[in-house]
């Protein structure tokens, strides 16, 4: 060593690094081995008895660092792993995956330790010890109890500090007053007697029940109430498939009872010229749900039965109200997605629209994902069937979104991590997704027989008491309610179904919010009548130079600097007008006419064909300057955004966000015309079906470029003859 590093400022550190040397040598660098061997034999060493002493006091300590650290690492396994170890199934049906992180000898831990004290890592607080036995109580109560969390995974460490502080700091203890659990048990009163009710007056009518599952309810009363009381959201999108539809349209969204009943009867049909409908499992719904601040608006968005499909649809739609509140920071607009289990492993859309979550042109700020797993696929006898990860949530991982499994058969379990959920959301505007893992009490359908398939699954389903009934046993034998509190619940909610009165929470009627979406004024519209489109020619002229212009100070490349010369001969009258001039002076003229636009699509920024040039960027790393946003102060938004390489999300986004934006023009671009051929669904499902099923106008436009032009058949032709056919009957 060159100077005396001994000095008060570094003592701490000096301190450390010798504990290392004493345990071993190799722990530090070979100047500090040098420097403490030689400080060594400058200290007067001691002799014959107090040597041993304090030989045996140093191993000691080496031994008890050890000991900490081994601790320390199976609290971080705990973290990792816990989840492995969950009281997950309420069947019961798989055995606990044996982790070997968590044992005490993969930690060099022995029984012996179990009544040690040792640092207890902030688990209690950031002082407090506690001996190994307790540490490890408490790390099962947390991490391998109802709730198996996976967050570990996460890079951004403020994300996982957060989590942890959140899931640590109960112990396990979710301590809902009285008055909550047993608002608990109303909704699960609410969504069992639904389901029973339906059962016996339907008999064998598919229904797709939530049985099994009834903790979605309480789930999505929590999520929707705490959204507005504690975070201010005024407006939640919601989209989901079959499973429970029904059951949350009624106890949730405050659907009219005698309204589903006239559907289930046949009574609903309204004949109207060009209206098909759909099944009453496929509809939507929209209501105003008083809170206690106030109203929240909460849609449910109509599903066909391509399950995931709604997926992007709901993100568009949702991004189209935070647009129209200006709701940048994504506080007041919310996109909650309720998925099945299989269906979440297996198609595509979902991994699509996770994809689109971070993106610039895409993102809404963070998603809550529901998972109703039943942990069965349509016929699947087992996991393996249905996907090729441990997890059927595995998929949402590619984002770092952190993901909590609970046993659905714990409502109190269930709502803590709604809670927990929404919070991590609203603070980080991150996806979240929540794997409320139960089971179907009936087959795929209510006419369909599981036993054939699944008879042990089945048999256990059989004999299985239902989670209401769980439930108020646990709050009788706490004496949070008298068995005829729980039996006057069930008799004043199927008095109140079979009246056909509201049985949801009280809805606000007759408001007409400012930020919602009016399609009154299109309505009726005969889309054949001519229309008188021309422009003035000053109007050409000056939206014409402004779509030339750029800063002073851009260096653009030689190329697209020849373009914008030639435009602004074009805007002069000079030169006659190209495809790409004629395209943007089109949407110049809208936005002057006070609509805003939104583009999208595969390159549209430049354009494909090296025709548009919307967006320009500066040669010397200046940025980029967006001519159509540049027109004039106060102008209409626009958008043009350059899409992920994805065809059926990123249509099906469009389209959501276009259904709910009518005052807007809306295109996807497609960069070769049979690109198209991938959001095919999106197309059949919704563009071409969106009226006459589910009586919802929408005006999207496609541009998609074909034509032969020496290709090939790839790139020759978007199919239009199956446009045609969709068009017909003034479709």
Known sequence: MTTNPIHSGNGAFLDQLYTAFVQDPANVDQQWRDYFRELDGLLPQPSGDRAKERQADEQQDIISAQKQAAVSRLIRAYRFRGHRQAELDPLGLYERTAVPDLTLEFQKLTESDLDT??????????????????????????????????????????????????????????????????????WLTAANEFETYLHRKYVGQKRFSLEGGESLIPLLDELIQSASTKHDVRDVAIGMAHRGRLNVLVNIFGKSPDALFGEFEGKATKNLPGISGDVKYHLGFSSEIATARGHIHAALAFNPSHLEIINPVVEGSACARQDRRNDIDHNHVLPVLIHGDASFAGQGVVMETLNLAETRGYGTGGTVHIVINNQIGFTTSDPLDSR???????????????????????????????????????????????????????GHNESDEPMATQPIMYKKIAQKPDVRGLYAERLIAEGVLREEDVTQLSEEYLSMLESGLLVSRPLVYGHRARYLANWNNYRGTQWNASTDTAVPMETIEKLGLRIAEYPAEFVLHRSVARILAARREMALGERPMDWGFAEMLAYATLLDDGYPMRLSGQDSERGTFFHRHAVLHDQEGRGAYRTLSNLFEGQPTCWIVNSVLSEEAV????????????????????????????????????????????????????????GYDGQGPEHSSARLERFLQLAAQDN
Request: glycine share 6%; aromatic share 12%.
């Open 117 to 186: 004290s040792f640092n207890a890592d902030r688990l209690f607080d950031d002082s407090q010890k506690a001996t190994l036995r307790e540490i490890i109580e408490t790390m099962r109560t947390i991490y391998c109890g109802p709730i198996g969390a996976e967050y570990m995974y996460i890079t951004a460490t403020d994300q996982t500090r957060w989590i942890r502080k959140r899931l640590e700091n109960t112990r396990g203890r979710f301590d809902f007053s009285g008055e909550k659990k047993r608002d608990i048990l109303r």
């Open 388 to 442: 090729s990860t441990l997890y059927c949530t595995d998929v949402a991982k590619m984002v770092q979104a952190p993901i909590f499994h609970v046993n659905g058969d714990d409502p109190e379990a269930v709502l803590f991590i709604t809670q927990i959920a929404l919070d991590y959301r609203m603070q980080f505007k991150k996806d979240v997704v929540i794997d409320m893992v139960c089971y179907r009490r009936h």
């Open 651 to 706: 249509l099906g986004f469009e389209y959501g966000y276009c259904s709910a934006e009518p005052e807007s023009l809306v295109i996807w671009e497609a960069q070769f015309g049979d690109f198209v051929n991938g959001a095919q669904v999106v197309i059949d499902q919704f563009l071409s079906s969106s009226e006459a099923k589910w009586e919802h106008l929408c005006g999207l436009v496609l541009l998609l470029p074909h």
